[in-house]
RNA sequence: GGGCGCUUGGCUCAGCUGGUCAGAGCGGCUGGUUUACACCCAGUAGGUCGGCGGUUCAAAUCCGUCAGCGCCCA
């Protein structure tokens, strides 16, 4: 073989652009279909395609990346399929500053060009996430590639809303829904954050019709509000019918201050005796229990409000036109100089607030189109309960089955231009509602042509919860869907998962009769050192980009993965990442020392080789460690598979195995040499197939140059335990050996023997030790390990000879005149302390009479064995301690 | 108001069904240019696992309670 020289640093600019290149035009990113064999399938949570990927994408679909890679090395037919959301609001959002920076206006230019307009926008967008998921090196399989306005996606959310309503689960109605001024659109109650806010409780006199009575005296009322504009639209003032206070009043009438109207003071149980005066004012077009109480006292509603949270020509002429807080202000000056403002209380109270734009948002009247969400509930929890999905970690059930227990309608129309039309017609002339899979050219009642389209279009989510099944081309029955739907799992952070998870259960239950995947795993949220959440506002953001400019995607990946512990939020600054970068940094140093002692050797063939001790041990370990990061993965356990594959690689390929190969690859028998190089490479090969789903670039880029390469190492296969491989007593005899040579650095350590001193050693075994042949045979490894300059076994103690109390074993240590012997007297007494102070714990344990009879025998039987060591190793240090004084 | 999570060495955290689990990375300290790696090697110090109580032969690990922090829903 020659020998490959690879740059003496690890540099991932220099090959993982130009890798993902080749992973993606050899097309190893699609799935090899195999009717034989089950799918692992993930499909991305689409990314909005206006967004910018940030931290929290670059953990979830680092995580999704591990499992697809090892999937596909598992030699499973493997599809993950990515894709963006059109995201309505935001996007549109995005169209309207973009067009008053130009000037214009999204009313002035019109519908049909500012769709066109949204397009190009989201067609740039799209390009530039791709790229940046191309950078994090997901392995998605981009020919499958959805946007949720895409034509087959429409068509599904067409067939749903006609089915829906074909159901009776879709319905049009006039109820409280959640505005945003800013946007100038309803929002479903996922879309509203509450938020703490310092606030005013204002007290103000209501004046009674009527006057002092007798049993009235003072002839008015006090009311308690916080929103004091929203007066202007009161119908009603109502106290608790068990209320004594208020008994007299109820039926009354009261003068609503600042206009002309007349409201009736009514008795309902919705209000709270305790709170405020016990007189609540009733304002149903703007508060959601006031709502209801106007419905069942068939009050009426008087709604004050523009869609643009101005006031209507509802309220008195000098208030309208003004937005909400300049309202509030003015209606506060004037009930003040009106002397009926009684007082101003601080307090702090929760409001809404649009998840997007951040606005306050206000409940407002108006017709929307909803979805019936009770029957699809259901069929979403049955499919828990039966077990059809199941949760990672399992805490997140409660919170899966709790929503969806309590859940209301959801209010799916979107007052924007940007996304799917309604698919509701109206007639003008009879007023027919029609609702089809084609748009109807005339009105299906009456004939007449003379029919619209609704203005509004859905909430994105009503594209987006049909998400695994649609992108696989349903409604129609392609091979796509039949192969790989439902899916197999899937991945996504906390803060959604209502939004995602619930949803896409329900519409997979009601349209596809089951759930649309099998596992879903629910991981943390990315947060600063201080545990804040990353946000723009902080300015505490990490880019993900940044830090595959600076340490590469593999450290990228690794660092996540190996932080990913349960559910838990991940706690990060730039340096945690230093963490990966170095881990990749030591794959690429041995492989290239592997690499570059090649030249002369001969690769031979698996026949002739006859594997020695340690080898038996490295096989051994990589055998137990592909065992574990696959139990990991498959129980999406990241942290303990990257940790595994990382203690593997470092603490024992790399610290020990390649420092004992060099027993071989330095001696002067050119067979042994060949062979050891031979192993050498193959568990070079299987490493970084190991390591390959958390690393992927830098080992495929290390395993092109491999002379025993077989392929592209994306779909090479994952290591898998094998029985024969599995050599527990080796392993056992090399904990002995370690022990031995850590022993002696240890003490070379301690006493700063320099490294060229001489040491000999001379090991004596205990009658009952275990590794005695083994040790007997390696005493050349223990040799160069623990530097020793000659190792004899047995021999009678040299003398100037100092002892080492190991298990089963004493190294005797000629070094006498090198070192301090009252400090070693000093190490070995305290050595000895410890060791008598967990004597007579054992002791005490087993002299329990309780524990002698209840604890099981094996227990017992360890418990014993510990006290039989530690006694032996006590006498051994006693007796040192004896020949030193 | 309802629900959930967290509190382990200086820092960030692992420790599933109770008995070699008291661990990792970073940081600290000591020593190291034997050509794979100073993004390294060898060695080393640091924790009565938030407080209290309980269950058990045995608890960081189970139960209760208190304190602090955080999140979600109303």
Known sequence: MKSVELPKAYDPKTFERRVYEMWKTEGHFQPKVDKRKRPFTIVIPPPNVTGVLHMGHALNNSLQDIQIRYRRMKGIPTLWLPGTDHAGIATQNVVERKLRKEGRERTQIGREAFIEETWKVAKEHRAFINNQLERIGASVDWSRERFTLDEGLSKAVREVFVTLYERNLVYRGEYLVNWCPSCGTALSDDEVEHEDEPGSLWHIWYELVDGPTPEWPSG?????????????????????????????????????????????????SYVDPEFGTGLVKITPAHDPNDFLVGQRHKLGSTNILNPDATLSSAVPEKYRGMKVLEARKAVLADLESQGLLKSEEKIVHAVGHCYRCHTAIEPYLSRQWFVRMKPLAEKALKAWQDGDVVFFPKKWEHTYEHWLENIRDWCISRQLWWGHRIPVFYCKDCGATMVSREDPVVCTQCGSSNIYQDEDVLDTWFSSWLWPFSTLGWPKDTADLRYFYPTSALVTAYDIIFFWVARMIMAGMEFTGQSPFKEVYIHGLIRDKQGRKMSKSLGNGIDPLEIVDEYGSDALKFTLAYNCAGGQDILLDRDSFKMGSKFANKIWNASRYILMNLEGRTYLPESEIVYNDTDRWILHRLNLAAKNVSQALESWRFNDAAQTAYSYFWDDFCDWYI??????????????????????????????????????????????????????????????????????????????????????????????????????????????????????????????????????????????????????????????????????????????????AYISKLEAKLSNPAFLSSAPADIIEKEKEKLAASASKAAKLEMYIRELS
């Open 220 to 268: 008015r009322i006090e009311i308690a509000t916080s929103r004091p504009e929203t007066l202007l639209g009161d119908t009603a003032v109502a106290a608790h019918p068990n209320d004594q206070r208020y008994t007299a009043l109820i039926g009354k009438m009261v003068r609503l201050p600042l206009t002309d109207r007349i409201i009736p003071i009514i008795a309902d």
């Open 659 to 836: 420092e004992a190969s060099k027993l071989s690859t330095k001696s002067s028998d050119e067979h042994e040499k060949d062979r050891a190089t031979t192993v050498l490479l193959n568990m070079l090969d299987a490493s970084l197939r190991l390591l390959h789903p958390f690393l992927p670039f830098v080992t495929e880029e290390i395993y092109s140059m491999l002379p025993n390469a077989n392929g592209k190492l994306i779909s090479a296969r994952y290591p898998e335990w094998t029985a024969e491989r599995d050599a527990p007593e080796t392993e056992a005899h090399f904990v002995a050996l370690k022990e031995i040579v850590t022993l002696v650095r240890t003490l070379r350590s301690e006493f700063q023997i320099p490294p060229e001193a001489a040491i000999p050693l001379n090991l004596v075994f205990d009658a009952n030790f275990l590794h005695a042949k083994f040790i007997t045979e390696n005493i050349a490894l223990i040799s160069l390990l623990a530097g020793a300059s000659s190792v004899s076994i047995g021999a009678p103690p040299p003398s100037g000879s100092i002892s080492l109390a190991g298990n089963g074993v004493t190294a005797q240590v000629q070094v006498r005149g090198l070192l301090d012997i009252s400090k070693l007297i000093e190490r070995l007494s305290k050595e000895k302390e410890k060791e008598k």
